[in-house]
T-cell receptor, first 113, second 114 residues
Framework: DQQVKQNSPSLSVQEGRISILNCDYT??????FLWYKKYPAEGPTFLIS?????DKNEDGRFTVFLNKSAKHLSLHIVPSQPGDSAVYFC????????????FGAGTILRVKS | DAGVIQSPRHEVTEMGQEVTLRCKPI?????LFWYRQTMMRGLELLIY????????DSGMPEDRFSAKMPNASFSTLKIQPSEPRDSAVYFC????????????FGPGTRLTVL
């Protein structure tokens, strides 16, 4: 039973447009969420995080939105660049300090130039 | 710092053979994680250590899998005997101060069991 779900295996976006990657979770105890980016033949790298006390966190072109009532979070990339093409993993945990991360299956983002 | 180091980067073996994957975490990091990535299940946490002590091994799929961390700078993940369904990319990651910290991942070991 997957507690963190990324229902879109892939997404294709034109350069300069917005990329929206979605993530749903089932465990209402999750209160800390992260996004990781992974290029081929490399390990995932941390991108951005959000605590459940917030509904939005922004870092440059990347913004994560959290809707606790819907148990849904999304990552927005604006504007999308070809270098953003990668696999994006959503992850969640029950406590910011104290419990392990649970990852989704990932979404492949392709940004076309 | 060289980051998290994993070896080998690629491993091809035959069913029934023993496989040992190695990891050197970032110096000073007190948490170490072993993950497995497959197309179907994405990134799964297998086991994690805190200060060299295994804390949660609930993700280890079977008794064929074992992990050790004899000291702060080295960990192994062993599969014995290996099976074709073990084929995956295995990542080691480390973090400081928290199991949910912004862990740093190694480049992974791609395991193929024929």
């Amino acid at each position: 039973d997957q507690q963190v779900k990324q229902n879109s295996p892939s997404l294709s976006v034109q350069e300069g447009r917005i990329s929206i990657l979605n993530c749903d979770y089932t465990n209402s105890m999750f209160d800390y969420f992260l996004w990781y980016k992974k290029y081929p033949a490399e390990g995932p790298t941390f991108l951005i995080s959000i605590s459940s006390i917030k509904d939005k966190n922004e870092d440059g072109r990347f913004t994560v939105f959290l809707n606790k009532s819907a148990k849904h979070l999304s990552l927005h990339i604006v504007p999308s660049q070809p270098g953003d093409s990668a696999v994006y993993f959503c992850a969640a945990s029950e406590l910011e300090y104290g419990n392990k991360l649970v990852f989704g299956a990932g979404t492949i983002l392709r940004v076309k130039s | 710092d060289a980051g998290v180091i994993q070896s080998p980067r690629h491993e091809v073996t035959e069913m029934g053979q023993e496989v040992t994957l190695r990891c050197k975490p970032i110096s000073g990091h007190d948490y170490l994680f072993w993950y497995r990535q497959t197309m179907m299940r994405g990134l799964e946490l297998l086991i994690y250590f805190n200060n060299n002590v295994p804390i949660d091994d609930s993700g280890m799929p079977e008794d064929r899998f074992s992990a050790k961390m004899p000291n702060a700078s080295f960990s192994t993940l062993k599969i014995q005997p290996s099976e074709p369904r073990d084929s995956a990319v295995y990542f080691c990651a480390s973090s400081a101060g928290s199991p949910t910290g912004r862990g740093v991942f190694g480049p992974g070991t791609r395991l193929t069991v024929l």
